[in-house]
């Protein structure tokens, strides 16, 4: 029996049409500045062992993984084809709308990592997604979360629109902790910009990753 976190309003958007509808298109541009991207990447490069079977969930044309880095297979989904097809980190992938259909078609205990990249923000059946995500990592594998403050904002949730940057963090842990994941961690990082070119340049993107253990 899966434990409900979320009320019926928390799970509404405000743009209610189909997902696949406002995914159709390839979007072949940075959601998430170089700053973030940067600090991603060697997070990845620093947790992730190049032996590792890599779930790339809900991802698009790239997967902020070290390119220097080979891994065991890195598989992905998305929700457009074309996007996934440009993904040369990808081993293999499938195209499915989480928010319709939870299950996913991989094997039991079949992954080591999977990750998420500003991905949480749009789930509506977050307490399902995270069961089968713990049905397919393998005992002591790991769900890194990632995401920053930004968001198509018309296709996320009440839950996530309404919500601080700390309501988000407290809300995945919450979801993970009752589909019992262990050992939850997270980072909050402010990526300012350092030195003589600070007061000229924006900040980057802040830097926010919940990392869970099987």
């Known amino acids: ?13 405000q743009d209610n049409n189909d997902d ?11 959601h998430l500045d170089e700053g973030f991207r940067t600090r991603l990447t060697k997070f990845y490069k620093q947790l992730i062992p190049c032996e590792s079977v890599v779930l790339d969930l809900m991802s698009s044309w790239v997967s902020h993984l070290p390119e220097d880095v080979v891994y065991k297979r890195v598989i992905g989904h998305g929700l457009n084809q074309i996007e996934l097809e440009k993904n040369n980190r990808l081993d293999s992938f499938w195209v499915q709308d989480l928010n ?8 039991d205990s079949s992954v080591d990592f999977c990750l998420m990249v500003a991905a949480w923000q749009y789930l509506q059946q977050p ?4 069961a089968e995500l713990r049905r397919v990592i393998v005992p002591n594998g790991k769900l890194i979360v990632s995401f920053s403050n930004r968001a198509f904002w018309d296709k996320a949730p009440r839950i996530w629109i309404e919500g601080s940057d700390m309501d ?3 809300y995945i842990k919450a979801v993970l902790v009752s589909q019992g ?3 939850i961690e997270y980072i909050a990082e402010d990526m300012g910009r350092t030195g003589i070119f ?3 340049v924006k900040n980057s993107d802040p830097f926010f990753s919940v990392i869970a253990t099987r």
Not at 100 to 107: I, S, Y
Not at 127 to 130: C, F, T
Request: charged fraction near 30%; glycine fraction near 0%; charge should be positive.
């Open 1 to 13: 029996m899966i434990e409900k976190i979320l009320t019926d309003f928390q799970r509404t958007k």
């Open 198 to 200: 600070k007061f000229i």
């Open 20 to 30: 696949s509808l406002f995914y159709a298109q390839p979007r072949f541009v940075h």
């Open 127 to 130: 307490e399902e997604l995270a």
């Open 181 to 183: 994941w262990s050992d």
């Open 168 to 170: 988000h963090i407290n």
């Open 100 to 107: 319709r259909a939870q299950k996913l078609p991989l094997e």
